[in-house]
């Protein structure tokens, strides 16, 4: 069974610095990987997806890495704004994501 | 943008009541799938559907689920007799390859009493 954490839990900076998010899974057998944003109470917005045959896939402000055998991922969030607070889930998938519980957010203005 | 559409947006109904819980797809996706997320708690896998037949599932996923897709748009979760752990907010998804990138409706938030 795939187990996901991410490390840290909670994480507050002030706008402008650079954030790294960070997720580990057990189960390095997988296709592919994605990192999402959930807003409180609301649904999960699709950030990136990074495939098993990757290393790096990068849109905007956001980078995310992967490191398959050693079941590793790290978001990198650069020069965030306080638009960017929110829960990041990791969510690595074989037949079907599993999600971790997630790093929310804080960036004070 | 293309995006998935989910209704209603909160339902609330007794224990023991049947609920379907209605899905739009992206259109030109061929995978879709149901997750929940009990609050305060992880998301968690339920089903996948490809080709009008049910691909993998969770063991949340007993027989008082079932899945469908009635048209070529809608896609569907009927919770037979509810019961009060079944509360939890419920998303669709749906892909497409060869991106396999998921996007997530906006979700059910059903409460049962």
């Known amino acids: 069974k795939q187990e996901v954490t991410q490390i840290p839990a909670a994480l507050s900076v002030p706008e402008g610095e650079n954030l790294v998010l960070n997720c580990s899974f057990t189960?390095?057998?997988?296709?592919?990987l994605q990192w999402f944003r959930q807003d409180p109470g609301k649904g999960l917005t699709s950030l990136l997806l990074i495939q098993s045959s990757q290393r790096e896939q990068t849109s905007g402000r956001l980078n995310a890495s992967l490191d398959k055998s050693s079941g590793r991922s790290t978001l990198y969030i650069a020069a965030s704004q306080p638009g960017d607070s929110a829960t990041y889930l990791c969510a690595p998938k074989d037949y079907k994501l599993s999600f971790g519980a997630g790093t929310t957010v804080t960036v004070r203005a | 943008e293309p995006e998935v559409t989910q209704t209603p947006s909160h339902q609330v109904t007794q224990m023991g009541q049947e609920v379907i819980l209605r899905c739009v797809p992206i259109s030109n996706h061929l995978y879709f799938y149901w997750y929940r997320q009990i609050l305060g708690q992880k998301v968690e896998f339920l089903v996948s559907?490809?080709?009008?037949?049910?691909?993998?599932k969770s063991e949340i996923f007993d027989d008082q689920f079932s899945v469908e897709r009635p048209d070529g748009s809608n896609f569907t979760l009927k919770i037979r007799s509810t019961k009060l752990e079944d509360s939890a907010m419920y998303f669709c998804?749906?892909?497409?390859?060869?991106?396999?990138?998921?996007?997530f409706g906006p979700g059910t938030r059903l409460t049962v009493l």
């Open positions: 189960d390095s057998a997988i296709y592919n």
């Open positions: 998804a749906s892909s497409e390859p060869p991106t396999d990138t998921q996007y």
């Open positions: 559907f490809y080709n009008n037949e049910i691909s993998e």
